[in-house]
């Protein structure tokens, strides 16, 4: 199993931006296809972006497409989300997670042995 930490979550104006970040520790996160949902109040958590173990590939939920950028570092077992032009529906509780599955362009939560805790994203209008 890895241990998933979530960082860098806040409160933003639209049209801001945040970068979120996921420290991975207990086994090399380079092992694990890597990803992020989000959870909105009301809502069912959905897929907005996954990273594949090398980083040579990337994918999206098509609602933050050119938005959102997901990257990883594997020599220091960190996976960032980096977010741009910010909408208040961006609002949600954004989770971490790692899969050993093959990577594949519509991953779903089931895909995902481990999640982090969450952080919570705030955009106000």
């Known amino acids: 199993q890895v241990q998933l930490v979530e960082s860098g979550g806040g409160l933003v104006q639209a049209g801001g931006s945040l970068r979120l970040s996921c420290a991975a520790a207990?086994?090399?996160?380079?092992?694990?296809?890597m990803g992020w949902f989000r959870q909105a109040p009301g809502k069912e958590r959905e897929f907005v972006a996954a990273i594949s173990r090398s980083g040579g590939r990337t994918t999206y939920a098509d609602s933050v497409k050119g938005q959102f950028t997901i990257s990883r570092d594997n020599t220091k077992n960190t996976v960032t989300l980096q977010m741009n032009s910010l909408k208040p529906e961006d609002t949600a509780v954004y989770y971490c997670?790692?899969?050993?599955?093959?990577?594949?362009?519509?991953?779903?939560?089931?895909?995902?042995?481990?999640w982090g805790q969450g952080t919570q994203v705030t955009v106000s209008s």
């Open positions: 207990g086994r090399t996160s380079s092992m694990y296809v």
């Open positions: 997670a790692s899969g050993l599955h093959v990577f594949k362009n519509e991953p779903v939560d089931a895909d995902f042995g481990s």
